[in-house]
T-cell receptor, first 115, second 115 residues
Framework: NAGVTQTPKFQVLKTGQSMTLQCAQDMNHEYMSWYRQDPGMGLRLIHYSVGAGITDQGEVPNGYNVSRSTTEDFPLRLLSAAPSQTSVYFC??????????????FGAGTRLSVL | AQTVTQSQPEMSVQEAETVTLSCTYD???????LFWYKQPPSRQMILVIRQEAYKQQNATENRFSVNFQKAAKSFSLKISDSQLGDAAMYFC????????????FGTGTRLQVTL
């Protein structure tokens, strides 16, 4: 009963390095999203996807890339890490269902530090 | 764009007492959902309660209940019989039915529970 799985849990990068944050869900959810959480600012949407092959930008997309080749996976790529990307990153998934009120299920988060 | 405001950065409650966390939101939509999420020190985002805007009846989940005032765009969370395990960050979140993968969060309220 895995739900939403994020890897890694912690990561330290140097400025300019690239990396991919992995997100996988086993609930056959169509919708997946990436958020970042910074102190005093709540969670903000980076990118989201409403199905395989379909992605769109959220509130804070700059510096991040996403793709969705399968229903299960939604990786987040940092092409050239910057200290401003130091944050906690959450992946979430949901199913479009009025009865279930579109509940989003969250992964455990990835704490990223960029030096 | 929708906004969610939590005006109480920190709250404190004694064990077994009742506390109310405030949330207001701004939207021009008529059909949407509202949520309260709990984030304990483990960082996991846990759904506490949800409310569908088309339902007039306030949602309840065991010791948790909401006061949903649609005209005033207010959505407060009441925690009754507070327990030590209720200590956490609490986030109010908004989702409109046309953007089912895009949650908008408030900045959070840190709840402390004392003996």
């Amino acid at each position: 009963n895995a739900g939403v799985t994020q890897t890694p849990k912690f990561q330290v990068l140097k400025t300019g390095q690239s990396m991919t944050l992995q997100c996988a869900q086993d609930m056959n959810h169509e919708y997946m999203s990436w958020y970042r959480q910074d102190p005093g600012m709540g969670l903000r949407l980076i990118h989201y996807s409403v199905g395989a092959g379909i992605t769109d930008q959220g509130e804070v997309p700059n510096g991040y890339n996403v793709s969705r080749s399968t229903t299960e996976d939604f990786p987040l790529r940092l092409l050239s890490a910057a200290p401003s990307q130091t944050s906690v990153y959450f992946c979430a998934s949901s199913r479009p269902s009025r009865g279930a009120a579109n509940i989003q299920y969250f992964g455990a988060g990835t704490r990223l530090s960029v030096l | 764009a929708q906004t969610v405001t939590q005006s109480q950065p920190e709250m404190s409650v004694q064990e077994a007492e009742t506390v109310t966390l405030s949330c207001t939101y701004d939207t021009s939509e008529s059909d949407y959902y509202l949520f309260w999420y709990k984030q304990p020190p483990s960082r996991q985002m846990i759904l506490v309660i949800r409310q569908e805007a088309y339902k007039q009846q306030n949602a309840t989940e065991n010791r948790f209940s909401v006061n949903f005032q649609k005209a005033a765009k207010s959505f407060s969370l009441k925690i009754s019989d507070s327990q030590l395990g209720d200590a956490a960050m609490y986030f109010c979140a908004y989702l409109d039915t046309g953007t089912a993968s895009k949650l908008t969060f408030g900045t959070g309220t840190r709840l402390q529970v004392t003996l």
